[in-house]
């Protein structure tokens, strides 16, 4: 294994290099990268919201809206289809999803039938015409009363048509905005994720996006006082509208339309030249000017009125007839808001009312602090494991620390190349990979280590200890990568980022340790023909200590039977301390603009808003605080509680972060998060089993769970609060213990297949004792990288890099003294293990001594 073809070592090194290049744009900033040849990368790793600061916002079709529309307008079709046919009618009428009219001549049912059936012709559903479907079912439930009803698949086709538009809507709003590099994609049925990194304004960006900006220009009934009109009940026909002034002025507004919003072409923030007032200046396309001329003409001396999202913006005097096709919209506007307005009539109006469900706002002061943690973090846990490596293996420590750095360059390279989107906690899972990467070189080194002591060469020690490494560093691997795999799929947001990085890194570990350290092994033992195992402190370890672990497997079995029994009743007697993933609400960030922040002082001026309950708490340092606002009824409601909040303390303070979560998200989060537990643990239990026999999986999968309850425990001993970081700490302390225990169940294996007459405790406490100062140089180097983290990478993944790191000590005790136990508990049989050849003898042996 030892042997590299010429190609095989270029293909190698230019893996490598090209990682480094496509890695070394991230060192340097945009200014420097300007200023380099064109022909040389200059991508970046795109940073996350929590890094670079912008918000992520999830917004939700109105579905009720959408039917509302679409039952108004087959009404009007009913209406226009029977007039235009001449067929008497009555009662026409909106019912639950459909519209109902009942012909008063029975011998014209045939012919309103005939009128009406085009109405549920089918549309087609896709954009090539591939299917089709029927919007509206006519039906007669009663002798001369015909009823339309809209199907569930005419109203998925609304609604997916109503985001498939609000996509493009967005899109145009957002980069109006001038905003760089957002992301607008649709999610799931009704729902569209909108994210804006490095968005300095954020409440003037949902501001935009909530609005529908239906633009409409109507006649004012002026037949009638207004207030008669609201008194009484309007003529038919007209509708009571209020103006956007303070305090409302009420208008009675015809329903006819004359022009809207889609013959704008064109809309620009200008300054009335008299009054020097901003306004909104529009132009409208050949159709649009047409109308809006003749209805200027028509109309002169009567008031027509500019309606934006059924509110009145400015209704004035038509003086003369307006020909050109242009005009102003005036009202009272900043030059903000006429800009603001203006954005919204060039992009269109959105289809239907969207709702912010989730809101996850980070500052720019914030996402500074963060890059700063994070990258102190990550230099910090670097050294710590180079150095480790260093004294712990000598000159192969130094290889493994260059393969080390190889990984770290190549998972930056993959994350740059695919555009994948670098979170605060992907630096987590950077930097734990960074610790787990070096237990792939730990195994292969003990295991030569152990070919030596078996009085082999060295060149046959390295050789034989790549060789029989590798089945437990793929399964290792494989297994934690199972758990990212789901983690992505799962997640959402920083968990998915987080999986990201970890995928990547496992699949970059395994490739660094048996292509680049083996070629580097390979290198060092031709140029200076070592005759002896590199000097250090791995020597003072023992390659096979004698505990008895097997004797204090009861001992064991009883101290997590009991750890478990009280972290089951604190379940049912504590109550979590549920984040707003979970349960919803509000969670605000502030820090005070001068001075030290005042808790009492800011939980008594919200405590004044009515809200429900405020929990406020000093974070980081005196200036800081977090604001915990509970959940209120209804998804909007959220919003409109951290709009109070804002307005509330904005004078005295910053807002550095701001999430918002509803009621309907937080369920599926909660039941997501469970789910992705759940499938992670089957998952792996049929590859442990497929890999191995049955005992195996069922002994892996009760120890992962014991590791579960026990970070589970965690979280309610000390209320730390749980959220979807929770879920991520929870998978990814999942894959490493999974990872150190398909570690020692292949030895168990392999020393099975081995000893087949050795009593089962005998063998997995040698198989135990053999991987001893494999688990014990593991965990090691995993907890320094994660200790780094915990202590430098700041407040915000504090919680989540502390339940790993419990997590990693749970998971080496739980492997050695639950995982092994447990197949003597399911009466493993070593004859499982043997080969077809040997099945078959034996089998012959026993025919013959029945015989």
Not at 317 to 342: H, K, M, Y
Not at 351 to 372: F, H, K, N, Q
Not at 678 to 695: D, G, P, T
């Amino acid at each position: 294994m030892l042997y590299f073809s010429r190609w095989k070592t270029i293909s190698i090194w230019l893996v490598v290099v090209a990682a480094v290049i496509f890695a070394a744009p991230n060192l340097f900033s945009q200014q420097t990268l300007s200023s380099l040849p064109d022909w040389l990368p200059k991508r970046q790793m795109t940073l996350g919201l929590d890094l670079q600061g912008g918000s992520h916002i999830l917004l939700q079709i109105d579905r009720q809206d959408m039917i509302e529309q679409r039952l108004q307008t087959a009404r009007d079709d009913v209406r226009t289809a029977l007039r235009d046919a001449r067929i008497g009618y009555t009662g026409l009428s909106d019912i639950e999803r459909g519209v109902q009219v009942r012909i008063r001549d029975a011998s014209e049912l045939d012919a309103a039938r005939a009128a009406l059936e085009p109405l549920t012709q089918p549309v087609s559903a896709s954009l090539l015409g591939g299917g089709s479907i029927s919007e509206l079912e006519l039906s007669e439930p009663q002798p001369g009363l015909l009823r339309l009803t809209l199907t569930d698949a005419g109203i998925s086709y609304r609604v997916s048509s109503a985001v498939s538009q609000s996509i493009e809507v967005i899109g145009r709003r957002v980069n109006e905005l001038g905003t760089t590099e957002p992301i607008i994609q649709r999610q799931g049925d009704d729902r569209i994720l909108v994210q804006v990194p490095g968005l300095q304004d954020p409440e003037r960006f949902k501001d935009i996006l909530g609005q529908t900006a239906k633009l409409t220009f109507q006649m004012v009934d002026q037949s009638v006082p207004v207030q008669e009109a609201i008194e009484g009940r309007p003529p038919p026909g007209t509708t009571v509208m209020y103006s956007t002034d303070n305090p409302p002025v009420p208008y009675l507004i015809e329903n006819r339309i004359i022009v809207s919003g889609e013959n704008l072409v064109d809309a620009q923030a200008t300054f009335d030249q008299r009054t020097n007032e901003p306004v909104v200046s529009f132009r409208f396309d050949g159709r649009g000017a047409t109308r809006f001329g003749q209805a200027t003409q028509q109309n002169v001396g009567r008031l027509f009125a500019i309606i934006l999202d059924n509110q009145v913006i400015s209704a004035p005097q038509i003086r003369e007839p307006i020909l050109g096709g242009t005009g102003q919209i005036s009202g009272n506007f900043t030059v903000q808001s006429a800009n603001d307005l203006a954005v919204l009539l060039r992009a269109g109006a959105l289809p239907a009312d969207l709702t912010i469900v989730e809101e996850r706002t980070v500052g720019p002061s914030l996402g500074a602090d963060s890059i700063a943690a994070g990258q102190i973090a990550s230099m910090v846990g670097a050294v710590l494991v180079v150095v480790t490596m260093l004294l712990i293996y000598g000159k192969l420590g130094l290889i493994a620390n260059i393969a080390l750095m190889a990984n770290v360059a190549m998972i930056i390279a993959v994350l740059t190349l695919l555009g994948a989107t670098l979170t605060l906690p992907g630096i987590a899972g950077i930097v734990l990979t960074m610790g787990m990467a070096v237990d792939s070189n730990v195994i292969i080194f003990e295991r030569v280590r152990e070919e030596r002591a078996q009085g082999r060469s060295l060149v046959q020690s390295l050789d034989s200890g790549f060789r029989r490494a590798l089945a437990a560093v793929v399964d290792a691997n494989l297994t934690t990568f199972i758990a990212a795999a789901i983690l992505f799929y799962m997640g959402t947001g920083p968990v998915r980022g987080f999986a990201v990085t970890l995928g990547i890194g496992i699949i970059t570990t395994v490739f660094t340790a048996y292509t680049l350290t083996r070629w580097m092994i390979a290198w060092w033992l031709r140029r200076e023909r070592p005759t002896e195992f590199p000097s250090g402190f791995v020597h003072y370890l023992p390659l096979q200590p004698r505990i008895p672990f097997m004797k204090m497997r009861n001992i064991g079995f009883a101290l997590s039977g009991v750890v478990s029994l009280i972290i089951v009743v604190m379940m049912f007697t504590v109550d979590f301390n549920y984040g707003i993933d979970f349960k919803g609400g509000s969670l605000i960030e502030v820090q005070a603009k001068q001075g030290e922040a005042d808790p009492g002082h800011v939980r008594a001026r919200l405590s004044e808003l009515n809200l429900g309950d405020i929990q406020v708490q000093t974070i980081g340092n005196d200036r800081e605080l977090m604001i915990r606002v509970q959940g209120q009824e209804g998804d909007t409601a959220d919003q409109a509680a951290v709009n109070q909040v804002r307005d509330a303390l904005e004078a005295d303070y910053d807002f550095r972060r701001i999430e918002v979560v509803g009621p309907t998200v937080s369920s599926e989060l909660a039941r997501t998060g469970t789910i992705g537990i759940i499938l992670s643990l089957v998952a792996m239990l049929i590859y442990i089993w497929f890999r191995f026999e049955w005992q195996f999986g069922v002994g892996a999968i009760i120890s992962t769970a014991h590791d579960i309850l026990v970070i589970v425990g965690v979280y309610l001993l000390f209320g730390l609060e749980f959220n979807l970081q929770s879920i991520a700490a929870i998978l990814t302390v999942v894959g490493y213990s999974i990872n150190d225990t398909v570690v020692i169940y292949d030895r168990i294996r392999e020393t099975l297949r081995r000893y087949k007459r050795m009593p089962l405790d005998e063998l997995i406490d040698l198989a135990l004792n053999q991987t001893f100062s494999r688990t014990i140089l593991t965990g090691l180097t995993t907890l320094m990288a994660l200790c780094a983290l915990y202590f430098f990478g700041g407040e915000v993944i504090a919680s989540f890099v502390l339940a790993i790191i419990v997590g990693v000590l749970i998971g080496t005790y739980s492997s050695v003294f639950i995982a092994g136990p447990m197949l003597i508990l399911f009466k493993l049989r070593p004859d499982m293990f043997d080969s077809e050849e040997e099945k078959k003898v034996s089998t012959q042996v026993g025919a013959a001594g029945k015989a």
